[in-house]
């Protein structure tokens, strides 16, 4: 009996070791589990691998590229000009000479739509210099050229114009047959009526389908590995062509002024458009095997940053038709300015009977309302050094972002369709933003935008696997993302590199919720909130070094943290938490020894919450909110080193919170 007893206590303690070990002894993983976490810098790994794949497959002429030009809209330069602006033709110029390094075969196709009926000679003479040097492919006029320009071009250039009734006598031809390295390609180009203006250059055009596939019936066009065209016409007439035409592997929308960073399909063709007025290059890379077999293809849109050196031969063509690169002309020049970061704050305040966004400085009185009378602001947040603030305004359900240049108080609203959830500010001022569908929230992406740059970047779709994008970090160095997702109904930590070059890596896939991820200033630690190893859904903070696979431990437990922030050092995390009345506490992370921050005289009438900490007169200070019973809220200011606990504002108007 004795040994029977012995061996069913054996039994049980064998069944309930993991539950056991999971609840009891948090700071060590078992061995079956450490190894979901061994890939913490797998997302830098997968960009590293996959451009060594791509690069071994491009060498041995298996991938190419076929790049693209938008529509310029006849600009050389960015309007207004800024060095936070996308577009310059001599940086468009860099970047498709760049991805021709990186492509031994590549082809390429500009879409034209840089001159138009007001255009004088010598507009027309460099446009010509720029197409010549440059040495495209293709040459796919766009509208706005038809009635002028297209038959002053040398006859050595390779326009392409495909369903005009009588075509010019300049040497323009219906469809272009390229071969490179045994891969041939079929480009044409077709202008649909719905944006043309002039009556007698509409009549001119052929809508006939039957035409238009016998130009697609060719013995060029039969043999070619991609039969491409160029179509200036409207989404819906696009479409439609796509639907129609026969034999057409992919149309590049040459007059369109949204951009797809993911292709459209319709049918077996794809729709490429890098948008509007030069401020994306788009590059199709397609791979291919030894019987050039497609086996894949890859879009990527190339934003044209202010910061790519120009090319100094389009630079030039550029400056004789009166293009100069100035100052941002958008600043508007005022008394009004605050200061950096360790001295400003952003905060809301319901003082003007709806919530709205304020900076304040700390060494003084000044505040200024940024919002502009916007209601329902929310989510405020100041950039590293202090110069740009943003907030989210509108109903939850379409919330739109907005940027104030602090020196100046001038804002400005991001041009994104999307429903916008939160955003934040890296080191280098790029502003990183989630938006996703009102009617689907598991459409979206994550963006990035500047204060000038008048448009927002997207950096990474939101995938099928994963949904609800939320709780965005962006690396002290601006190499890395960190997010979470819900994964099966659970949620999960997701690293990638910013250039999204390689799909998100889990950094947790436990059957857990893991919350708010955060890097320490220095880059080296990853903190974040999970219920991991709590009752009742209670979080405590775990954090995880950077160099060190299987470093996730626990260093709160049964806390129910509710938000918090780390020291300027990377030593010390500021904390909230508790069950009905939350405290804010510090805690070490080599030591896990946890302190009271802040004691009070009388009893507790208020709940400690948002800390924020940041350097003011050389000093730790802690910005927190205090929450009271009555439903009032009020920003404090805790000074660290001497523990004066003191309200930021004197006056009580209104609510103020972070």
């Known amino acids: 009996m004795l040994v029977n007893n012995t061996v069913l206590r054996l039994l049980l303690l064998i069944l309930c070791a993991p539950a056991f070990l999971a609840v009891f002894a948090p700071l060590s993983y078992i061995p079956l589990l450490s190894s979901a ?70 082809f390429s196709i500009n879409v034209g739509n840089m001159l138009n009926s007001s255009s004088n000679s010598l507009r027309v003479e460099l446009a010509a210099d720029y197409y010549n040097y440059m040495n495209f492919d293709a040459i796919a006029s766009g509208v706005s ?67 238009i596939n016998s130009l697609l019936d060719r013995k060029e066009a039969r043999e070619a590995h991609l039969r491409i065209a160029v179509v200036h016409a409207s989404l819906e007439e696009i479409k439609k062509l796509a639907e129609a035409a026969k034999g057409i592997d992919i149309i590049i929308a040459g007059s369109l002024e949204e951009r797809f960073d993911t292709p459209l399909k319709v049918g077996s063709t794809l729709i490429l458009s890098a948008g509007s007025h030069g401020k994306f290059v788009g590059s199709l890379s397609i791979r291919f095997n030894d019987n050039k077999e497609r086996i894949s293809i890859t879009n990527k849109l190339h934003p044209v940053y202010q910061d790519i050196a120009p090319d100094n031969t389009v630079e030039n063509i550029a400056r004789l038709v009166g293009a100069t690169v100035i100052v ?28 709205q966004a304020f900076v304040k400085r700390l060494n003084g009185l000044a505040e200024h309302n940024i919002s502009e009378n916007l209601s329902e602001c929310r989510l ?75 448009d927002a970047v997207t950096v990474l779709e939101f995938s099928g ?63 974040y909130l ?61 030591e896990n020894a946890v302190k009271k921050l802040i004691t009070a005289d009388t009893v507790r009438t208020w709940s400690e919450t948002t800390p924020q900490i940041l350097e003011y007169n050389k ?18 200011m805790f000074d660290i080193k001497n523990g004066r606990d003191e309200p930021l504002f004197r006056l009580e108007e209104g609510n103020e919170w972070q």
């Open 37 to 106: 976490y061994a890939s913490n810098h797998i997302w830098k790994a997968q960009a590293q691998s996959q451009k060594a794949e791509s690069k071994a497959e491009r060498e041995k002429k298996r991938e190419i590229a076929v790049i693209y030009s938008g529509n310029t809209r006849g600009e050389v330069i960015p309007y207004p000009p800024s060095q936070d602006a996308l577009g310059s033709l001599s940086r468009s110029a860099s970047l498709i000479n760049k991805i021709r390094r990186d492509f031994p075969v590549n």
């Open 145 to 211: 050229e038809l009635a002028l320009v297209v038959p002053e071009f040398p006859a050595n250039l390779p326009v392409v114009i495909s369903n005009m009734r009588t075509m010019p006598e300049s040497g323009i031809a219906d469809g272009i047959p390229v071969e490179r390295n045994g891969y041939k390609l079929y480009i044409v180009n077709l202008m649909g009526r719905s944006l043309i203006t002039d009556e007698s250059v509409s009549a001119n055009i052929s809508t006939n389908m039957g035409r």
């Open 328 to 355: 941002d002309k958008t600043q508007k020049k005022t008394s009004r300015s605050i200061r950096n970061k360790r001295e400003s704050i952003t905060f809301l305040s319901n003082r003007n009977g709806t919530p």
């Open 380 to 454: 405020p947040v100041i950039s590293a050094d202090g110069t740009l603030a943003a907030f989210i305004f509108g109903t939850p359900q379409k919330g739109s972002l907005r940027v104030v240049d602090l020196k100046t108080l001038n804002g400005r609203t991001v041009p994104v369709a999307r429903n916008v959830t939160e955003s934040r500010f890296s080191s280098g001022n790029f502003l990183y933003f989630i938006a996703s569908d009102s009617a689907n929230p598991k459409s979206g992406a994550i963006y990035k935008t500047k204060m000038f740059m008048d």
């Open 465 to 527: 696997a994963i949904s609800g994008y939320r709780d965005l970090s962006v690396s002290p160095d601006e190499s890395t993302l960190l997010f979470c997702a819900e994964r099966h109904g659970r949620w999960q930590i997701f690293a990638v590199d910013s250039s999204a070059a390689s799909p998100p890596a889990a950094l947790t896939i436990v059957k857990a919720d893991h919350r708010y991820p955060r890097f320490s200033p220095n880059g080296k630690f990853i903190a």
């Open 530 to 590: 999970s219920d991991r190893g709590s009752f009742g859904g209670k979080m405590d903070l775990w954090i995880m070094e950077l160099k060190r696979p299987n470093s996730h431990r626990q260093i709160t437990f049964h806390a129910n943290v509710s938000d918090y922030s780390w020291s300027e050092d990377s030593k010390t995390i500021y904390f909230s938490a508790g069950v009905n009345i939350a405290d804010i506490n510090s805690i070490n992370i080599k």
């Open 619 to 636: 000093r730790p200070r802690l910005i927190y909110t205090r929450n009271y019973n009555d439903g009032s809220r009020r920003l404090r």
